[in-house]
């Protein structure tokens, strides 16, 4: 069964993908690899790997805070720029014209022919602005961060307290029963002598 992190980021790179978003879909395939990575430390007890997921969540909050900023249009930062696409198309997010009650409607560009014409779309009727579901995923994605992070945090703990205690003469014991002496005895030293 996959983890709430891995599904949720699977679900938006889906809808990146369909709006063309390229900075998202590399963020996402990312944030996928590392989810990945850190499943596989917790199975296997390798607590860089989680140290690597719990950095890495520090990091998927930074970048959904800046989506956040992004599509709220905080500090200079414009929605309708191509800041997401690299510069490489006029797409913007798939919610925009496919949201909830939205409607489109086409009207072909006059006097463009051909197969690379394009049609100017306007959207009406929508029940909620594309750029709210936006910022309604990212904050979804940072509350699910923050528990993993948590999560992470108290595995890697749990980890690290099980190697502490670790005897590798008396087992998981603290107070073994068997001590080892400390003293050199005798016994060690004598010369066994047998019979003839």
């Known amino acids: 069964r996959a983890p709430p992190a891995q599904l949720a980021a699977l679900e ?9 978003q390229w900075a998202p ?11 990945i990575l850190g499943l596989f430390g917790t199975i296997q007890y390798r607590p860089r790997y989680i ?12 970048w ?40 489109r409607k086409e009207a072909s560009m006059s006097g463009i022919k051909g197969l690379d014409s394009h049609s100017y779309i306007s959207v009406i009727g929508c029940a909620l602005e594309y750029r709210y579901i936006e910022v309604m995923h990212s904050s979804f994605q940072i509350l699910i961060a923050l528990v993993g992070f948590v999560y992470a945090c108290y595995v890697v703990s749990v980890f690290t307290e099980e190697e502490d205690s670790f005897d590798f003469i008396g087992g998981f014991d603290p107070f073994p029963l068997y001590h080892v002496n400390e003293k050199p005895t005798n016994l060690l030293f004598k010369q066994t002598y047998l019979p003839a």
Do not use: M
């Open 12 to 20: 938006r790179q889906v809808f990146d993908f369909l709006g063309y």
């Open 25 to 35: 879909i590399l963020a996402n395939f990312l944030h996928i690899i590392i989810v």
């Open 51 to 62: 140290v690597v997921y719990a950095i890495w969540t520090a990091v998927w909050v930074t």
């Open 64 to 103: 959904n805070i800046f989506i956040i900023c992004f599509y709220l249009e905080v500090g200079g930062l414009s929605k309708d720029s191509e800041l997401l696409t690299f510069n490489i198309s006029r797409h913007q997010s798939w919610w925009s014209e496919n949201g909830p009650g939205c409607v």
